[in-house]
């Protein structure tokens, strides 16, 4: 039975990118939490299909996540990762633009920011499908709907090992 964590958060930053042997990763950093504690993921994307999810998301954009728990042995530490399985934006594609905007032009990592979310900050719990304004029927990334250059069925698709993950992550973590 494998395992699942599910976590609705905020990107604490922008998606970063990393290269090994010619395949492309993604990693982000979701802080989830309450008023009286914040937890803080660092979060892996293997699969090519979530290259985009750095045009979708920027700092402060509101996330639910699904990933597999991955643990590995480094220096006689046992180091935990998560994995991104699938993911859900929770904001509509105007208020990803506001947010966008702001970022770029109040861009000072010097001064934090403490300003309260605005009303329309999150979108209400309905049916309402917000994602076609991104171009897409629904979330289900098992469908390639993310018009990669090369389609998950492609036959140039590069299929990233558990090996080579765990090869990623023990050289990331030694960063």
């Known amino acids: 039975m494998e395992n699942q964590v599910n ?10 990118f990393k290269s090994s042997n010619n395949k492309h990763y993604i990693y982000f950093n979701l802080a989830v939490g309450n008023n009286s ?24 954009s509101p ?7 991955k643990s590995f042995v480094k220096n006689n530490k046992r180091e935990l990762t998560l994995i991104l399985e ?9 208020q990803f633009e506001k947010r966008k905007e702001k970022n770029f032009e109040t861009l000072n990592f010097s001064q934090p920011n403490f300003d309260k979310p ?7 719990n309905n049916d309402t499908n917000i994602f076609e304004e991104f171009g897409f029927d629904s979330w289900d990334l098992s469908q390639d709907q993310t018009n990669l250059d090369q389609p998950s069925d492609s036959k ?12 990623f992550l023990e050289d990331f973590v030694a960063e």
């Open 7 to 16: 976590l609705i958060g905020r990107l604490t930053n922008f998606v970063s």
């Open 37 to 60: 504690k914040t937890d803080f993921f660092t979060i892996f994307g293997f699969n090519e299909k979530f290259l985009k999810l750095a045009e979708w998301v920027t700092k402060g």
């Open 63 to 69: 996330l639910a996540v699904r990933c597999k728990l």
């Open 86 to 94: 699938d993911f859900k934006l929770l904001e509509t594609k105007k």
């Open 118 to 124: 605005e009303d329309d900050d999150l979108i209400p």
């Open 156 to 167: 140039n698709h590069i299929e990233v090992t558990k090996e080579e993950q765990l090869n």
